[in-house]
């Protein structure tokens, strides 16, 4: 079984990346194409699904603590792996715990493909799992100054963007500054940077 995979990203699509390792190209679906470039060596931690009908799929993380928690959503019942990935995509891991320890269905339930049925579900299944990884999962990056951090996204509520889109856009720039100390100011370009791709 893979445990992770090292390679050159060769091209990226929508929701995937293809990762050449050498004698292989791998194809491997990951929560956001927007962190990476073309070109550029990628340490991914992987998991191979199995789907009766269309075979294997791998899916990559950047973090290991990633993987895990996309481990456990898809243990709960009737969760697969492209709604754990769009959870984790929408609203990045530091969120999505959040969401568990606060018991916030509503929250989850912004996520296309989830509802409050199975947000509740998630909810049940998970806030008494989440313990082992939950200091790995809060200690992923993030701007050192947390005023700045709740600004931002305040700001960008103020400017009507939704919840689904503030936490894309706060996970990807929680990736791209690996935890350094970055102003309000650079943190808000970035985010709105990527907001008006969206468009």
């Known amino acids: 079984m893979l445990n992770y995979i090292t390679g050159t990203i060769t091209t990226i699509n929508d929701k995937m990346l293809t990762v050449d390792t050498g004698p292989l190209g791998l194809a491997i679906v990951v929560p956001n194409t927007q962190l990476f470039e073309i070109g550029k060596l990628q340490k991914l931690y992987v998991h191979t699904h199995w789907n009766q009908e269309q075979g294997p799929s791998l899916y990559g993380f950047v973090h290991e603590h990633e993987r895990t928690l996309f481990l456990l959503i898809i243990g709960c019942s009737g969760i697969g792996p492209k709604i754990a990935i769009a959870l984790l995509t929408t609203m990045g891991p530091v969120l999505f715990v959040a969401a568990i320890q606060d018991e916030n269905p509503k929250a989850l339930a912004q996520v296309p493909g989830v509802g409050m049925k199975k947000a509740e579900q998630i909810i ?76």
């Open 124 to 199: 049940v299944h998970l806030k008494h799992k989440i313990g082992d990884i939950l200091t790995g999962i809060m200690d992923m990056p993030v701007a050192k100054n947390n005023n700045d951090w709740h600004s931002v996204c305040q700001a960008l509520e103020s400017l009507n963007y939704s919840r689904a889109e503030i936490s894309t856009a706060m996970h990807l720039v929680r990736q791209k500054n690996e935890g350094a100390a970055v102003s309000f100011d650079l943190l808000l370009r970035q985010a709105l940077s990527f907001l008006a791709k969206q468009l």
